[in-house]
């Protein structure tokens, strides 16, 4: 799930909400709230926290596609 990911991915790199939240611009309660499944991030907020990361948008939503052609 997608809430999931977010919250491990800001883990993994050591960060609070509140300290994400001042890195890319966006409330700490929106980023609770993503957290927490009560909301999911627009594209335009998935770029940001990707690039923020610096990982692929699958990467960050935590799926593993893999071309089998």
């Known amino acids: 799930m997608i809430n999931q990911s977010l919250k491990e991915w800001r883990k ?3 960060l609070t909400q509140v300290s ?3 890195a890319i611009d966006i409330p700490q309660s929106t980023i609770s709230a ?7 991030p627009n594209m335009a907020d998935c770029i940001k926290l990707a690039d923020f ?5 699958d990467e ?3 799926r593993n596609f893999k071309k089998n052609w």
């Open 20 to 22: 994400l939240s001042k």
């Open 53 to 57: 990361y610096e990982i692929t948008l």
């Open 34 to 40: 993503w957290e927490n499944g009560v909301n999911i």
């Open 12 to 14: 993994s790199r050591g």
């Open 60 to 62: 960050l939503v935590g």
